[in-house]
């Protein structure tokens, strides 16, 4: 009975996401305020009853009700609860589910926080979002539906992918979708504002708040299915530029250029129309990116196993959806009037520079994305051709480079016309000491990658950048202490948040340079009590053991790793097997390190009674995660700034005059 509850719940949304994306529209265009306040109470009821099919399907999976044939699919009776909830949106119908639970929450919150928006703005954005929603409802009901039953129920489930049996990939999913799908707000206000032909400061300052919003989770998710890569399918690294990665990370890049350029629209009323592309290119890349997983076309790790009728039901939603907003942008957007003008030397620019520069990055990793797929079309399927890390370390690499330098210059910056020598005198004592950091590299690593000394001292000029820049606008070491930590109260707390996510871009790239530059690696075979030197540390193999886990049965290996004699960590590298479904994994065992990490994966029992071992020292390798947290720390921090939580303020109305009933007042640029 529950099952169908849970589907007649999507029915109900599904109709909801017609009414919410239709009547609304309508009473926007010809004022009335009667169809436009349908969208609030309808963006309210379509998210109760899509959590409502959440419930009930998270049920299923919980008791094992083997009657449900996405239970059945992706669930057993002897997994631990956690992978029996995590398995929820481990798999095609699950995760659409959660799609779309997330897509009518961001539409809910819009209804419940954007009281401040103008009526008819605020009815057109929920239009637009419940047309995303009905799409995403049609293709699960019709193609997808998480609540087909089995009959007869069989007596237990075929299990979920061990893989996928991992805490960090249990919450790696729903942090990914809230960012995905977070973007679609900026889309649905993009699309809204070309419907309405305006976009201003305050246009700018209410949609940033939902693209940050977007921004942080999107990239809290990436790096956790980058720690899960990197320690559970136990290749020792942590990117690979799979085509799945690449879907998540190209929304990111563009995400990361729209937080930019929304700035400049809301502080200097310009780069509108581009703003505007980029709200709707960067949920067009998610949307790829959900056709990418589900359709088939692209072999990936990550990637859902689904049949090629789903994904062309998915490339008709993705051509109606990215085909008809730049349509539209194509009409509407050359009515919109320019903004204020600005010096090539300026922040403005620099914003621009920064956005070129993100833009042109994106579109290397969607041609090495989809190059595969475009070059199997063309022959038959007879020549498989694949794009690996050469060609990302060729195009992209570069590109980020100049990128990197500015991101310490263009805060510094004035709008409009900006002073570059007085910003480089400025920045002279930060330019010293990553120039004395990536010397001292060079000399200690001599004989090493030279690049790598490079790459230590741009990780020490993006952290050096945003010190310099506090410095400077608190005054500290040229006022009074007390003085200084005033000027430090004040500061908004967005560029608080700005500081602390370039920072944190900078030990990103310390530990990308670390690891990739100075890793040390040993595939040995190693007998019990025998001792092998990997980056300075001796790995002590101590036996291995055979151990029940809670569904799979494993080879645990014991390793003690030491330095100059003192003991550092002990090691339980494990080798799984797996009953249902089948497989084999390795579970890494690995102990971070401020200097590095300490990393060792245990293989098959050879014929002499060895055991096959693999060894790494990868150097600075939890700064990258430590430099992604701080990015997102950074994004937090913004989105609690004041500015950003009341929106817009509205013009004051003189005591003198009276406001017409139900007209709005424009709310001034700050």
């Known amino acids: 009975m529950l099952p169908e509850i849970g589907n007649f719940a999507l029915v109900l949304a599904l109709v909801l996401a017609i009414i919410q994306g239709s009547l609304p529209m309508i009473g926007a265009q010809i004022g009335n305020?009667?169809?436009?306040?349908?969208?609030?109470?309808?963006?309210?009821?379509?998210?109760?009853?899509?959590?409502?099919?959440f419930a009930v399907l998270t049920h299923a999976f919980v008791v094992s009700d083997f009657s449900v044939l996405t239970v059945v699919a992706n669930s057993h009776s002897a997994k631990p609860m956690l992978y029996k909830i995590s398995g929820v949106w481990g798999n095609h119908e699950g995760s659409l589910v959660l799609w779309v639970l997330i897509l009518t929450l961001f539409g809910a919150a819009v209804a419940l926080f954007g009281r401040n928006l103008p009526t008819s703005l605020r009815a057109r954005v929920l239009s637009v979002q419940a047309m995303i929603a009905a799409g995403f409802l049609l293709f699960m009901l019709l193609t997808s539906n998480p609540f087909l039953r089995v009959i007869p129920p069989p007596p237990d489930g075929n299990g979920l992918n061990p893989l996928l049996q991992d805490p960090g990939l249990a919450f790696h999913p729903p942090f990914l979708y809230l960012g995905y799908v977070g973007f679609s707000m900026a889309f649905s206000f993009a699309v809204a504002a070309l419907i309405e032909g305006r976009v201003d400061p305050a246009w700018a300052r209410w949609v940033r708040p939902w693209t940050l919003a977007a921004w942080c989770f999107l990239t809290i998710g990436i790096a956790m299915g980058s720690w899960w890569a990197y320690y559970e399918l136990g290749w020792g690294g942590w990117w690979f530029w799979d085509p799945v990665e690449n879907a998540s990370f190209m929304p990111w890049l563009l995400g990361t250029a729209l937080l930019h350029s929304a700035i400049v629209v809301e502080k200097r009323d310009a780069l509108k129309s581009w703003t505007l592309l980029l709200a709707i290119l960067t949920f067009s890349l998610s949307l790829l990116g959900t056709f990418i997983v589900r359709s088939g076309v692209l072999t990936s790790v990550h990637a859902f196993a689904t049949d090629p009728s789903r994904g062309v039901f998915i490339l008709a939603l993705l051509i109606v959806a990215i085909g008809g907003s730049l349509t539209l942008f194509a009409i509407r957007a050359p009515a919109l009037k320019g903004g204020g003008l600005f010096s090539p030397i300026s922040r403005e620019a620099a914003l621009v520079l920064n956005n070129w520069l993100l833009a042109t990055a994106c579109a290397t990793v969607l041609l090495g994305t989809l190059y595969p797929l475009f070059m199997d079309a063309l022959s038959g399927g007879e020549d498989k051709v694949t794009v690996g890390p050469p060609y990302y370390n060729a195009t992209f690499v570069p590109l980020m480079i100049p990128l990197l330098i500015a991101m310490s210059i263009g805060p510094l910056l004035a709008w409009k016309r900006g002073d570059l020598p007085g910003v480089l005198q400025r920045l002279k004592f930060a330019a010293i000491i990553s120039a004395l950091i990536g010397l001292a590299t060079l000399y200690l690593s001599w004989g090493g990658p030279v690049l790598a000394?490079?790459?230590?001292?741009?990780?020490a000029w993006l952290i050096l950048g945003p010190v310099t820049d506090a410095v400077e606008r608190t005054k500290l070491f040229r006022a009074p202490l007390a003085q200084s930590w005033a000027r430090a109260r004040g500061l908004p707390r967005a560029s608080w948040g700005a500081m602390m996510a370039h920072a944190g871009m900078g030990v990103l790239v310390l530990g990308i340079t670390g690891s990739t530059a100075w890793t040390e690696e040993k595939i040995t075979v190693?007998?019990?009590?025998?001792?092998?030197?990997?980056?300075?540390?001796?790995?002590?193999?101590?036996?291995?053991?055979?151990?029940?886990?809670?569904?799979?049965?494993?080879?645990?290996?014991?390793?003690?790793?030491?330095?100059?004699?003192?003991?550092?960590?002990?090691?339980?590298?494990?080798?799984?097997?797996?009953?249902?479904?089948?497989?084999?994994?390795?579970?890494?065992?690995i102990h971070p390190r401020l200097s590095g990490d300490l990393f060792a994966v245990i293989g098959e029992r050879q014929a002499d009674g060895g055991w096959a071992a693999r060894l790494y020292f990868r150097p600075f390798l939890s700064w990258i995660w430590v430099g992604c947290i701080l990015m997102t720390l950074g994004g937090v921090i913004s989105l609690t700034d004041r500015r950003h939580r009341v929106g817009a303020p509205r013009r004051a109305i003189p005591k003198n005059r009276t406001q017409k009933p139900g007209a709005s007042q424009p709310a001034p640029a700050e």
């Open 33 to 53: 305020r009667q169809l436009m306040a349908v969208a609030e109470p309808a963006a309210f009821g379509q998210f109760l009853f899509v959590a409502i099919a």
């Open 453 to 459: 000394a490079f790459g230590i001292a741009l990780g």
């Open 526 to 589: 190693m007998r019990q009590g025998e001792t092998v030197t990997v980056g300075g540390y001796d790995y002590r193999f101590e036996g291995a053991e055979q151990v029940a886990g809670p569904n799979y049965s494993a080879i645990r290996g014991h390793f003690s790793a030491s330095r100059d004699g003192r003991e550092i960590a002990t090691l339980a590298p494990e080798a799984r097997s797996y009953p249902t479904p089948p497989m084999d994994t390795t579970e890494a065992a």
